[in-house]
Nanobody, 118 residues
Framework: QVRLVASGGGLVREGDSLRLSCAASTLATVGWFRQAPGQKREFVAAISYSGDPFYGDSGKGRFTIARDNAKNTVYLQMNSLKSEDTAVYYC????????????????GGQGTQVTVSS
C-alpha cells in the first residue's frame, strides 16, 4: 500500500491562499478529497502521472493541482479561499474506476486541516 502524507493546511482568512502537498510515491493518478464536519467526503481534483488534471466542482476556478514526479509530490494550490473550503483535506491514490468517487481510491494517511475564517 502506498504511504501518503498530506501537509500544508492551516488557519487562514477568507481570500488567502494555501498550498497543500502530498508525498506519494506512485505511478497512479492521485486525487485530493475534502471532508467538512458532518459532510460526506467530496472530490476536489486529481492528476495523472503524466500531469493531466481533472477538477470537481469544488476545485474548479480557484484550485490548481500539480505534480512533481521527481519529488514524488502532488500539490494543491488553493487561492481566494472561502469559509466553505474549511475541511480536512486528504490525498489518495486511484486504483481504477470513477475518478470522482472516493471508492476508487486508497486513502493511506491522515489528512491536513484547512480552516478559513470569515
Amino acid at each position: 500500500q502506498v504511504r501518503l502524507v498530506a501537509s500544508g493546511g492551516g488557519l487562514v482568512r477568507e481570500g488567502d491562499s494555501l498550498r497543500l502537498s502530498c508525498a506519494a510515491s506512485t505511478l497512479a493518478t492521485v486525487g485530493w478529497f475534502r471532508q467538512a464536519p458532518g459532510q460526506k467526503r467530496e472530490f476536489v481534483a486529481a492528476i495523472s502521472y503524466s500531469g493531466d488534471p481533472f477538477y470537481g466542482d469544488s476545485g474548479k476556478g480557484r484550485f490548481t493541482i500539480a505534480r512533481d514526479n521527481a519529488k514524488n509530490t502532488v500539490y494543491l494550490q488553493m487561492n481566494s479561499l472561502k469559509s466553505e473550503d474549511t475541511a480536512v483535506y486528504y490525498c489518495a491514490v486511484n486504483r481504477g474506476g470513477t475518478i470522482v468517487s472516493d471508492r476508487s481510491y486508497d486513502f493511506g494517511g491522515q489528512g491536513t486541516q484547512v480552516t478559513v475564517s470569515s
